[in-house]
């Protein structure tokens, strides 16, 4: 199964850092799952949100997700 | 050349990164100082967290290799710290070296707004009323 890990106001946001997800979901249908779970203050981090999947960035929406996958949340950066 | 690049709980020194690129062929060094001060948006801050993700130290050196690239630059050196931090500390310093000035200012300048789009780090900002934001978080 997959595993998704939030960051920051991600994880803030969901309440966990990290948690297993169905195999097969497209990253749109990841996002509708997630803000289900964990409510619409997540689901408004996820729409402005970067996603990675086992390192790499991913863009597409609408390819199911590798099995076994990692798929981190990156909320918009504010680093320096 | 890229000569520092690291994204540490370490205390932050602007000295050292300069020294770090310290070259008899610099005729000028600029060096910036991200430091943590106590407003923000109007409000009263009085502490900050920094979170990175476990690939920011290589997006650092990523960023800081196409800066140290650059024809004019003969050295970068830049750290980025995360944990805790109280007002006044960096979370940011670097430092460029070129033979004349204008091009260490705009390699400096450039250096840190690339790394402002790029570096996956993120802010917690504790305000003194004791609420909290995470900075550009939604």
Known sequence: MPTVRFFAGARAAAGVAEEQVPP???LAELAATL???HGERLGTVLGAAAF???GQAW???HTPLPAG???DVLPP???G | MLVMAAVSTAVLDIAGHERAVADPRAGAVVSFAGVVRDHDGGRSVTRLQYEGHPTAEAVLREVAEEIAKQ???IAVAVS???GELDVGDIALAAAVATAHRAAAFAACARLVDELKARLPIWKRQVFADGTEEWVNCP
């Open chain 1, 24 to 26: 097969g979901l497209t």
């Open chain 1, 35 to 37: 803000a289900s779970r």
């Open chain 1, 52 to 54: 990675l999947v086992d």
């Open chain 1, 59 to 61: 863009h597409d929406r």
């Open chain 1, 69 to 71: 996958a990692t798929i």
């Open chain 1, 77 to 79: 950066f504010a680093g």
């Open chain 2, 71 to 73: 024809p004019d630059v």
């Open chain 2, 80 to 82: 980025h710290r995360i």
